[in-house]
């Protein structure tokens, strides 16, 4: 399968606690964005790179949130000090090429904070 | 704050065409109608898009009214794997990020 894949599926946590995730995207793909989604609603935008640059950053990305993508390919999103509001499922995707290009999203990592 | 406005939810039966409103009263000139689905437990799923001219693809035929004020996306023959929340968004070109509402929960009944 050479979609877009997250790493874990699930994670449980204590509140105070650091969580890291992983997603991978399509070979190649220059875009990558990670969203929020919490129950009954649709994605948030958090964030999105081209390459290695983080381009655009939601005000929903507070700083206990960081995201990077090191060398261009996959990125890692971590929360420090996790709180009972941050349990949601964090979806990533990725694109090629222009902007308006379609988005394919990974299954999602859904966080529950205990 | 999303620009569409989508029923919360709808009911096709099953081999029927599935019709998909979305009002977008205040789109601008260089801003797209996107369609995408997410099916319960996956990421979401692109569909099609288009700026002011009818699409069609394998998958969705999308509507665009002339004063592209409302648009209706539409599976011409609906399966039980259709079942799916179907979001439409309007999007600026060069825009990266996709802001979604609450989209519609369509049922496919057997």
């Known amino acids: 399968d050479t979609g877009v894949s997250q790493d874990p599926r699930h994670k449980i946590t204590k509140r105070g606690q650091n969580v890291t995730f992983r997603c991978d995207p399509i070979s190649e793909h220059n875009r990558l964005y990670w969203y929020r989604q919490t129950l009954g609603q649709g994605p948030e935008f958090l964030t999105y790179?081209?390459?290695?640059?983080?381009?655009?950053k939601s005000r929903l990305l507070s700083d206990r949130f960081s995201a990077e993508r090191p060398k261009g390919s996959f990125s890692t999103l971590e929360i420090q000090r996790t709180e009972q509001g941050d349990s949601a499922m964090y979806l990533c995707a990725s694109s090629m090429g222009q902007s308006y290009n379609e988005q394919f999203f990974g299954p999602g990592t859904r966080l529950t904070v205990l | 704050d999303a620009k569409t406005t989508q029923p919360p939810s709808m009911d096709c039966a099953e081999g029927r065409a599935a019709n998909l409103p979305c009002n977008h009263s205040t789109i601008s000139g260089n801003e797209y109608v996107y369609w995408y689905r997410q099916i319960h437990s996956q990421g979401p799923q692109y569909i099609i898009h288009?700026?002011?001219n009818n699409e069609t693809n394998e998958m969705a035929s999308l509507i665009i009214t002339e004063d592209r004020k409302s648009s209706t996306l539409i599976l011409p023959h609906a399966t039980l794997r259709d079942t799916a929340v179907y979001y439409c968004i309007v999007r600026p070109l060069g825009d990266d990020k996709i802001i979604f509402g609450k989209g519609t929960r369509l049922h496919i009944l057997p």
């Open positions: 288009g700026l002011k």
């Open positions: 790179f081209q390459n290695e640059a983080q381009l655009e």
